[in-house]
């Protein structure tokens, strides 16, 4: 059985992909509070979609790939196969659209609706993990253990459970920051628990090359795409109205009509108040003629 390091930088890669999933669980929990603030189906798409970017693909998969630059096997290279480890981004971020769309969007049997989301969401979590681990190509055969299998699978969907019941109930920046670290402590958690699952045999000390692309190579256009996505939702979530410019807009338009509905009054007494002086005090009438 060929010998794993999981941390062979050190702290360096957990602490960063921590770091990673909390930046994301930030703009998904914010991202989740515009959505349910939002009036049209055009701003809850929008916002659906930057809080599915921002969970699925920033908080989960990123820090799935940067835990996994600290990953080795003593005796052979690591590859990754490129079209697997694109399917394991867009099997998260569907799976987190999903079930934010279910938990979010719905109306009547709360409760319910979380823990189906929760479920679909946590599996596809799941899904995503082993199918970027199905992308290494190295020497010898991967082989997991079932419990600890089972017990990562358990963890994602309690976790996304929790994330799409937090994306119901925060509001305050207060309560998203620590929700948003308690949500980088579960995704870690069961990324190094699927990790711990993991074990090599065969031919991992045999000489050769590995057809794929390495971590190193996958890190430059990655690292691009995470950055402009979260300086993206971060300018999207800047210039976008909160709840307070909502209620500051509604309280002026609501001072503006009724401005508006004054003046009108004003002058359509104006205009009663000169016709009356043009016919005298309003009673005048044909007989009147004659007393003239």
Same mark, same amino acid.
């Given at each position: 059985m060929a010998e794993i390091h999981h941390f062979d930088h050190g702290w360096v890669t957990p602490a960063f992909s921590y770091l990673l999933s909390v930046l994301g669980s930030l703009l998904g929990l914010t991202s989740a509070v515009r959505l349910r603030a939002a009036r049209t189906s055009g701003e809850r798409t929008w916002w659906l979609v930057l809080a599915a970017l921002a969970l699925g693909a920033t908080g989960i998969w990123s820090m799935h790939f940067v835990a996994m630059l600290g990953f080795d096997v003593v005796g052979t290279p690591i590859r990754y196969d490129v079209g697997l480890t694109v399917a394991s981004i867009l099997i *998260?971020?569907?799976?987190?659209?999903? #079930?934010?769309?279910? /938990?979010?969007? #719905?109306?009547?049997?709360?409760?319910?609706?979380?823990?189906?989301?929760?479920?679909?969401?946590?599996?596809?979590?799941?899904?995503?993990?082993?199918?970027?681990? /199905?992308?290494?190509?190295?020497?010898?055969?991967?082989?997991?253990?079932? &419990?600890?299998?089972?017990? &990562?699978?358990?963890?994602?969907?309690?976790?996304?459970?929790?994330?799409?019941?937090?994306?119901?109930?925060?509001?305050?920046?207060?309560?998203?920051?620590?929700? *948003?670290?308690?949500?980088?402590?579960?995704?870690?958690?069961?990324?190094?628990?699927?990790? &711990?699952?993991?074990?090599?045999?065969?031919?991992?000390? &045999?000489?050769?090359?590995?057809?794929? /692309?390495?971590?190193?190579?996958?890190?430059?256009?990655?690292?691009?795409?995470?950055?402009?996505?979260?300086?993206?939702?971060?300018?999207?979530?800047?210039?976008?109205?909160?709840?307070?410019?909502?209620?500051? /807009?509604?309280?002026?338009?609501?001072?503006?009509d009724a401005r508006l509905a004054a003046e009108e009054a004003a002058a359509e007494k104006a205009k009663s108040a000169a016709a009356r002086g043009t016919l005298g005090d309003g009673n005048w009438t044909f007989r009147d003629r004659g007393r003239q």
């Open positions: *998260a971020f569907v799976a987190v659209g999903v #079930g934010l769309a279910i /938990a979010l969007l #719905g109306s009547g049997a709360q409760q319910v609706r979380i823990l189906v989301g929760g479920v679909i969401a946590g599996l596809g979590v799941a899904a995503m993990h082993y199918t970027g681990m /199905a992308a290494m190509r190295l020497h010898g055969e991967i082989h997991y253990a079932g &419990s600890r299998v089972a017990l &990562s699978v358990v963890i994602a969907v309690v976790a996304a459970t929790v994330a799409l019941w937090l994306a119901l109930v925060v509001r305050t920046r207060l309560v998203i920051f620590g929700s *948003a670290l308690v949500m980088g402590i579960a995704v870690n958690g069961m990324h190094f628990t699927g990790m &711990s699952a993991m074990s090599v045999t065969g031919e991992s000390t &045999s000489f050769g090359s590995v057809s794929g /692309a390495t971590a190193g190579t996958l890190l430059v256009p990655i690292g691009a795409a995470v950055i402009f996505c979260v300086i993206g939702m971060v300018y999207a979530l800047a210039a976008a109205p909160s709840d307070e410019d909502r209620a500051a /807009a509604d309280f002026l338009n609501a001072r503006i």
